[in-house]
T-cell receptor, first 117, second 113 residues
């Protein structure tokens, strides 16, 4: 079964350092997303991406965050200068049609756990 | 502020019994509703999607949607120990937001042998 692949599975970084989390969405999917889940809290939407541009972003997704699709297969989330409160599990997801159409849903990757010290 | 509310649990269910989970949402224009299962430390895994009022059955799972009352529920029949997990209700908040889900905090289900 096709899956969304994320690397690294766990990253430990020092506060203020830049972090790049990588995702390989399902190959025929067109829509890409990042969500995060702080330990013990809700899964939260960060950003959606379609046709090489951001479709929507949440209030969490400030200037410290950026996303990129550098080639035909990878989708990355960059955090420019990490803060302690960025410690969370970051989930990449993809879908092949606009959600709400009744036809498709998000498939999540296994997640990248980010620990900021 | 758009909200998705769930009872946090834990909901203790004897093996073989029915687990009943509820979810309410605040955004009346929401069109798409999903139940995800999340094991501890793992990613959300889709159980059911539902878009129209009424019931939708898939194996041991039945989702029920009532847009007038703004609630969606999930029934798990013949509960198994492997069903022990946190169940997340997710709502696609508006028709023009692509994949911008609002998640509930989840209901922890514990199936006891």
């Amino acid at each position: 079964e096709p899956e969304v692949t994320q690397t690294p599975s766990h990253q430990v970084t020092q506060m203020g350092q830049e972090v790049i989390l990588r995702c390989v969405p399902i190959s025929n999917h067109l829509y890409f997303y990042w969500y995060r889940q702080i330990l013990g809290q809700k899964v939260e939407f960060l950003v959606s991406f379609y046709n090489n541009e951001i479709s929507e972003k949440s209030e969490i997704f400030d200037d410290q965050f950026s996303v990129e699709r550098p080639d035909g297969s990878n989708f990355t989330l960059k955090i420019r200068s990490t803060k302690l409160e960025d410690s969370a599990m970051y989930f990449c997801a993809s879908s092949d049609e606009e959600t709400g159409s009744g036809a498709n849903v998000l498939t999540f990757g296994a997640g990248s756990r980010l620990t900021v010290l | 502020q758009k909200e998705v509310e769930q009872n946090s649990g834990p909901l203790s269910v004897p093996e073989g019994a029915i687990a009943s989970l509820n979810c309410t949402y605040s955004d009346r224009v929401s069109q798409s509703f999903f139940w995800y299962r999340q094991y501890s430390g793992k990613s959300p895994e889709l159980i059911m999607s539902i878009y129209s009022n009424g019931d939708k059955e898939d194996g041991r799972f039945t989702a029920q949607l009532n847009k007038a009352s703004q609630y969606v529920s999930l029934l798990i029949r013949d509960s198994q120990p492997s069903d022990s997990a946190t169940y997340l209700c997710a709502v696609d908040a508006t028709t023009d937001s692509w994949g911008k889900f609002q998640f509930g905090a989840g209901t922890q289900v514990v199936v006891t042998p």
